[in-house]
């Protein structure tokens, strides 16, 4: 590499992460601010802190969220996994082609249109039916629908470059379909289903716009309850929560790349 | 027990438009080392994957120790397979691994522990069980998986390209440990090989494939010296095939001709001009043209030292005996 | 395996399928603000009808493709040299320099969009920071604006556009650079006639990746932009949680769709080769 070009991939890159992260580096530092004003600096401080989690309010919707993002993500990874698995493993079946186009949609749906549309399914269900109530329920159901697409998605590539002899030979020693695939197909594919639950629990904690149209008048997540503080103007207090989101989400990125390196190293990188 | 451990009745399968193998009959004996030895698509992989079961056969019966195998699923049959690469589990040790299929089968932990052992040993892989995979050689993973498929002692040990994964000096040794191990145990080895070198060198038996049928049947030396068509002669060794009639052919191995400055006192004689040498050090192989008729290919030991015995250019006498060639009708 | 089959797919059709026959057979409905639900089920163009007539929608169907389009373009001309620098980088740096794209993406989107609010905003620390520097003494605001809605559509969205790009260019074969310019081609021809097409199923993934959500996004005009500026998801958004106004907000839905249905079908064509190509 000639000196020009690493100086251009240098600049281009410290430009890059600088337009990626001092935004969010402010964040953090804003969380420590003694000043109401967001935008003006006051001094360092921890009250913001303490505030938040006294924040009843704030603190029931994050375990709202929680309990979605969690029966959402695992819900999501199985259905994903079969969804992922038919469409890697079985070439031919009655309505193959919608199968795979209903896969991947959600995930390029505009999600306002998704809301809209899994509203009125939750309304006329409960005009016909009389239920489920609009709450824990009709948000898990919104959530698993769009985040299966991400698992099944990251399932079907891993299966796609997956060796099938791997299963052939597994057959071939005695192992039943079955135990095939508990034994040696999904051993193989696990760090695919971890990171696609990690997405999938991410992407239930982030969301706002379905959940806002699903979720009744009872319910309230941790995105909404953000948001409605955010639409008033800048707020400490969410400067706190989304250091904590930061932390979190850094940490797992980390801890997830360092273990995947490891088992990637001691099956080898082939 | 008695009769042909492998039988095969008129087996045929297709892919699509693709027909990969077209009505083949086969019988294999206990306790050979056989071997199917053809081209790239000429259906001895989908053969081999039909004795293993990943593929159905379309029409035809396959009968393994006398017991109708067709429609049986892999995880059934008495038939254990070492893939061409290898297909080791990489989540799982060298022990793991080779105890696979006892597990599945039951075996208590004591006797697998003590079979994978055993097994390992066998391979000359003693104490290597807590590896992993992509901690092995090339050598050893190849072994792995044939401890793997040995371990479960089945009834016909399939191998698919045994040596084509390794490099050539592993190779030779390989090949012989593979047939030690063979007569040693007194099982039956079906090998699937494009290498006609390998095929001849192990096989105690072998069928030459092409377009999905068998050409030919019968040991090394049969199919060598006696070739049954113009392919035959032609994909195993080298051979001269000269036309003698309409439709009849004369296949003349090139290390059967005698070269010789003077008329050699063999039966048959023809003159020519040496038009190419390819020097091999051993031997060297001459084009020699009859003529304006064809040219013929004719190895000769180098046993003088000194000199090169014959240059280009040279006009020389090729001789060979009344049975050197083998007559062709296809 | 029927099972395996039956499962995602019935799920898909209940939750997925067949709430999109429900905005189609609303969006034919007529308000009815005393009723509750407040609809009256029909076969009427009405809302289609205003949809096409009013110069309001127009605007914001008009404005939505435009601030989409140009924010995607913003997006590749700063994706592109980054997926390039980090595709060329070591191989050992390479996956940092990759998660450090991603990792903006695993915290919360609303949360990103909301960092911006304290930098635009009047007395915010971009303003301050140029009336301090004495680079702008009289800097506008520009939260409230559509410069707003570009900047958080670009910050949002910005590592869709990378990973893909990263991914084509990662995979390209970097002697045919050299070839290139072993049969006589300059850096930059070289990069147009190679690099370029070969990394473009990257590029088209990537904008499809940025442009069809942005065209239906709400959280980033709601928060950054002005009362000016109308995108259209805002006004599916207003109109059904404000006006309550359903079938005309399923009406805006169904446009939406029939808008993103080319690009939506051409990225589940490229996803599905690109897959089938591994």
């Given at each position: ?6 100086r251009?991939?240098?600049t ?21 601010n003694?000043s109401?004003l ?6 360092f ?47 031919r079946f009655?309505?193959r ?24 399914l ?10 489920p109530?609009?709450?824990f ?5 919104a959530?698993?629908?769009?985040s299966l697409?991400f698992v ?17 030979a597994?057959?071939d020693?005695?192992?039943?379909p ?6 040696v197909?999904l ?10 639950w990690?997405?999938a ?14 979720a009744?008048?009872?319910s309230?997540?941790l ?6 503080s ?10 706190v929560?989304a ?6 989400a ?6 997830s ?7 990637v ?5 082939r | ?19 990969a193998?077209?009505?083949v009959?086969?019988e ?31 029409s ?7 017991q109708?195998m ?24 060298v ?11 039951g075996v208590?932990k ?6 994978v ?5 066998l ?23 044939l ?19 390794l ?12 047939v ?52 035959v002669a ?9 036309q ?18 003077n008329?050699p006192?063999?039966?048959?004689a ?5 038009v ?6 051993d ?9 304006n008729?064809p040219?013929?290919?004719v ?6 030292r000194?000199?090169e015995?014959?240059r ?19 | ?50 949809l ?12 939505s ?7 995607t ?21 390479r996956?940092?320099l ?11 989107f ?19 920071f140029l ?14 604006t559509?410069w707003?809605?570009h ?10 556009m ?19 310019s ?13 690099t ?10 990537g ?16 928060l ?17 949680f ?10 805006v ?5 029939i ?12 996803q599905?080769r690109?897959?089938e190509?591994?």
């Amino acid at each position: 590499m000639t000196i020009g070009r690493a100086r251009f991939a240098f600049t281009v890159l410290a430009f890059g992460y600088a337009f990626l992260y001092l935004p969010i580096a402010l964040v953090i530092v804003y969380s420590f601010n003694e000043s109401r004003l967001v935008t003006v600096w006051g001094g360092f401080s921890t009250k913001w802190w303490i505030a938040l989690f006294h924040n009843d309010a704030m603190l029931d919707a994050a375990w709202l969220s929680l309990r979605i993002a969690l029966v959402s993500a695992t819900l999501a990874t199985a259905l994903g996994l079969a969804a992922g698995y038919v469409l890697a493993r079985v070439p031919r079946f009655i309505g193959r082609t919608l199968f795979a186009s209903l896969v991947i949609a959600p995930m390029v749906m505009p999600e306002v249109v998704m809301g809209i549309s899994m509203l009125l399914l939750f309304v006329g269900s409960d005009q016909l039916l009389g239920g489920p109530e609009r709450g824990f329920l009709s948000i898990t159901a919104a959530h698993v629908t769009f985040s299966l697409a991400f698992v099944a998605i990251v399932v079907q590539a891993r299966l796609a470059d997956f060796d099938r002899t791997l299963e052939e030979a597994a057959m071939d020693l005695g192992a039943t379909p079955w135990t095939t695939f508990v034994t040696v197909t999904l051993p193989m594919i696990a760090p695919a289903l971890v990171s696609g639950w990690l997405l999938a629990f991410t992407l239930s904690l982030d969301d706002l716009i379905l959940t806002q149209f699903v979720a009744g008048a009872q319910s309230q997540t941790l995105p909404m309850r953000v948001y409605s503080s955010v639409r008033l103007g800048v707020d400490p207090q969410i400067n706190v929560l989304a250091t904590i989101v930061i932390a979190v989400a850094a940490s797992t990125l980390i801890a997830s790349t360092v273990l995947t390196r490891r088992i990637v190293d001691k099956r080898g990188a082939r | 027990m008695s009769g042909p451990i492998v039988k095969i009745d008129g087996v045929a399968k297709s892919f699509g438009a693709v027909q990969a193998v077209a009505g083949v009959d086969l019988e294999i004996a206990r306790g050979e080392l056989f071997a199917l030895l053809g081209g790239s698509g000429c259906g001895k992989t989908t053969l081999l994957r039909m004795l293993a079961g990943f593929e159905t056969p379309d029409s035809g019966r396959i009968v393994i120790d006398g017991q109708d195998m067709t429609g049986v699923p892999p995880h059934l049959r008495p038939v254990n397979m070492m893939f061409q690469s290898y297909a080791l589990f990489p989540h799982l040790d060298v022990a793991n691994n080779v105890g696979y299929g006892l597990k599945r089968e039951g075996v208590a932990k004591t006797e697998i522990a003590e079979r994978v052992a055993a097994a390992l040993a066998l391979v000359k892989l003693d104490g290597l069980g807590a590896r992993r995979p992509a901690q092995l050689s090339g050598g050893q993973r190849q072994r792995v998986a044939l401890a793997r498929a040995l371990v479960k002692r089945p009834k016909l040990l399939l191998l698919d390209e045994p040596l084509a994964a390794l490099d050539r000096k592993l190779r030779e040794g390989t090949r012989f440990e593979l047939v030690r191990l063979q007569e040693q145990l007194e099982l039956t080895f079906v090998m699937v090989t494009h290498d006609q070198e390998e095929a001849m060198g192990m096989a105690s038996r072998l069928a030459v494939m092409k377009d999905g049928r068998i050409v030919q049947t019968g040991t090394p030396h049969d199919v060598y010296e006696r070739p049954a068509t113009r392919f035959v002669a032609d994909f195993i060794g080298v051979a001269n095939i000269l036309q003698t009639a309409p439709r009849r052919w004369l296949a003349l191995r090139p290390e059967k001709i005698v070269l010789a400055a003077n008329r050699p006192a063999t039966a048959h004689a023809a003159t020519g001009k040496i038009v190419d040498i390819a020097y091999e050090g051993d031997r060297s192989l001459y084009r020699v043209a009859i003529g304006n008729g064809p040219v013929m290919l004719v190895a000769q030991m180098n046993t003088e030292r000194v000199r090169e015995s014959h240059r280009r250019g040279d006009a020389v006498w090729l001789g060979w005996s009344d049975d050197a060639g083998q007559p062709l009708e296809e | 395996m029927r099972l395996v089959i039956a499962l995602p797919y019935l799920w898909l059709v209940v939750f997925f399928l067949l709430p999109l026959g429900l905005v189609l057979g609303l969006s034919l409905a007529t308000n009815a603000p005393d009723l509750a639900p407040p609809v009256e089920l029909g076969l009427s163009f009405a809302s289609f009808k205003l949809l096409f007539t009013d110069d309001l929608y127009l605007a914001a169907w008009l404005s939505s493709l435009r601030i989409a389009a140009t924010s995607t373009l913003v997006c590749l001309l700063l994706g592109y040299p980054m997926a390039y620098a980090i595709a060329r980088a070591t191989p050992p740096r390479r996956p940092l320099l990759l998660m450090l794209v991603i990792l903006p993406f695993w915290t919360s989107f609303l949360i990103r969009v909301y960092a911006w609010m304290g930098l635009l905003a009047e007395n915010g620390i971009l303003n301050q920071f140029l009336r301090w520097s004495g680079l702008m003494s009289d800097p506008g605001t520009i939260l409230g604006t559509e410069w707003a809605i570009h900047l958080g559509i670009v910050y949002a969205y910005l590592p869709f556009m990378v990973l893909p790009l990263y991914t084509a260019l990662e995979k390209l074969d970097w002697s045919l650079l050299e070839a290139a310019s072993d049969l006589g081609a300059r850096p930059l021809p070289a990069f147009l006639t190679v690099t370029l097409p070969l990394s473009l199923p990257g590029i088209v993934a990537g904008c499809l990746l940025v442009f069809i959500p942005a065209v239906g996004e709400f959280v980033i005009p709601d928060l950054l932009g002005g009362t000016r500026t109308l995108m259209i998801g805002k006004v599916l958004w207003d109109e059904f949680f404000t006006n309550s106004d359903w079938p005309l907000a399923s009406a805006v839905a169904i446009c939406l769709l029939i808008l993103l249905v080319g690009p939506i079908l051409l990225f589940q064509r490229q996803q599905q080769r690109s897959l089938e190509r591994t």
